[in-house]
Every structure is written in C-alpha cells, then in structure tokens.
C-alpha cells in the first residue's frame, strides 16, 4: 500500500521574494565587508597575528591569553609594522609584475 505524501506548507520557509531579497542583502554584505576591510588592512593583521601566537604557543586558557594578546602596550606598533611590510611586499610584486608585463 502506497502512503500518500501530503506536503503542507511551511510556516517557517521563504518565499522566493524572500529568498531573492535574501540573497540580495547576502551579496551586499560580503561587498560591504570586502570594502571594509580593505580600508582597515590592520583588521586582518590583528587576526593573524593572534592567531599565529595562538598557534605558536598553544595556552590552555585561549580567552585569557586572548584578552592578554590585544591588551599589550605595543601591539599597535606591531600591527603598524606588519601593515608597512605587507605594503612593501605589495610594491615589490607590483614592480615584479610590471616587469614581466613589459619583457613578455
């Protein structure tokens, strides 16, 4: 005996408006946030330089050693560092690439 499927409406799902309006919001989001954070490139300095002592010295206690990390004193010159740096590497491959571009 075959069971009849009855479908009956979602109360909790989307309608396609919804779901467009959805994915609308989504994409806008992920541009503001790519804006974002290329105009604050300290935002993923701060992340990787915590997560690379995270790595490196693998506490126990990560929210203590998290709330220590970004309370040092000079973490700001640290991250400024790190921020010089990235642009000169960008530079250099830039002039690398212009480079190759002429010489091809």
Known sequence: MEHAVIEKANPIALSEDQKAALNRYKIQARKDNEIFLRQHPEVSCLI?????????????????????????????????????????????????AAKSATTA
């Open 48 to 96: 990787s330089d915590f997560l690379h002592e995270v790595l490196l010295q693998r506490p126990e206690q990560v929210v203590e050693f998290a709330a220590q990390h970004f309370t040092q004193p000079d973490i700001r010159n640290r991250i400024n560092s790190q921020i010089k740096e990235e642009k000169k590497l960008l530079r250099r491959a830039a002039r690398n």
